[in-house]
């Protein structure tokens, strides 16, 4: 038998690696140079792998598996290749903004972990992913400077993984909070610890946090509500109760939206009108909640139950009115203000 084979087969004259379990650093990492590696050759077979990489052919098919979940890796089940996408959508569709903004982020994450060396790399790598035909465009998130949280976002992973409680200042109340950490989560460009605090579910921005220290104290399995609160939620404002259900009727003009697709959580359209108005319900935790899925809807709509988010949202127009009181308005913001002013939040 060759040297460097296993029964017969491998590559003769390298020497063989027997596979073993990795952990996520190890995964990213072997990921990483199989991406540049891939980015270099434009098609990689598991010989070419073993090859570079001086590994047996079964270890080399193993790694090529760590690429076959991302979006920007194309495989060729009948020749066995992996090759990146190039002018094609990710997948055969767009991804949401969300995705996107997560995964501008995660490669941003590894440019800060992976340094210079692989910076370029990386950049040039995050263009091609992004890279689509000209007739699209991804509007995404600006996400937060990686300087500014990586440590943070270190220390907190190793504690959620370990089910360790923490302690840490948070500059935002100027309090120091001993907490249960439970996942790190990303949403609108800002990275957020959700975490038991006084057995509440609470979120804190990762920029604002420092001064993490380990409490000795062992946390509980994370609780099923939880986790289920976060695998639904669609804002940062999420809680780890029964959400309030909210009836909205919007103007004719918008209702072709709401039905084409899900834009609110668990909504349901509740009736249409022969004016081609439209009924949505659908589901929220607070008025924080209520006010970002509702905002870009104004004034297009009237809130018909609960009487209290009604209240709230007409509080809410009533405070922009009045601190845009006084100031010089154009002809076209002086006829928006008119239909502003026609359309009625509250009334039935």
């Known amino acids: 038998m060759p040297k460097g084979s296993r029964n017969g087969k491998g590559t003769p004259g390298k020497r063989t690696v027997a596979p073993r379990s990795m952990n996520k650093p190890a995964m990213m990492d072997w990921a990483l140079r199989l991406l540049r590696l891939l980015n270099e050759r434009k098609v990689l077979n ?16 193993r790694y090529l598996l760590y690429l076959s979940d991302l979006p920007c890796v194309v495989v060729d089940e009948e020749k066995h290749t992996y090759a990146l996408t190039s002018d094609y959508v990710i997948t055969d569709k767009i991804l949401n903004t969300s995705e996107m903004s997560l995964v501008c982020a995660l490669i941003d994450y590894a440019t800060h972990i992976f340094g210079k060396e692989h910076s370029k790399f990386l950049a040039g ?31 907190v992973e190793r504690h959620i993984k370990a089910r360790e409680a923490i302690s840490f200042l948070y500059r935002r109340s100027g309090k120091r909070y001993t907490v249960e950490p439970c996942k790190i989560l990303y949403h609108g460009g ?15 921005l990762l920029d604002f946090i420092e001064g993490i220290r380990a409490t000795g104290r062992a946390c509980g399995e994370i609780p099923e509500s939880v986790r289920k609160t976060l695998s639904d939620a669609q804002s940062i404002w999420f809680q780890d109760k029964a959400p309030d259900r909210v009836t909205v009727e919007f103007d004719a003009n918008v209702a072709h939206f709401f039905e084409r697709k899900s834009i609110f959580p668990r909504q349901e359209i509740v009736r249409k009108g022969k004016d081609g108005k439209i009924v949505v319900s659908f589901d929220v935790h607070n008025d924080m909640d209520f006010r970002e899925h509702i905002a870009r809807w104004m004034p297009f709509f009237r809130v018909l139950e609960p009487a209290r988010y009604r209240d709230f949202i007409r509080g809410l127009a009533t405070q922009v009115a009045t601190r845009n009181e006084g100031l010089t308005v154009s002809s ?14 509250g009334t039935k």
Request: charged share 30%; aromatic share 10%; glycine share 4%.
């Open 46 to 61: 598991s010989r070419i792998v073993a090859e570079e990489f001086d590994v047996n052919i079964r270890t080399a098919q």
């Open 125 to 155: 790598l995050k263009n091609r992913i992004f890279r689509m035909p000209d007739v699209y465009q991804i509007v995404k998130d600006e996400a937060i400077d990686m300087e500014k949280v990586a440590a943070v976002q270190l220390a």
């Open 190 to 204: 800002f990275w957020y610890l959700v975490a038991m605090h006084d057995g509440i579910v609470k979120k804190f």
């Open 332 to 345: 076209r913001g002086a006829a928006i203000v008119g239909r502003v002013a026609n359309t009625r939040l």
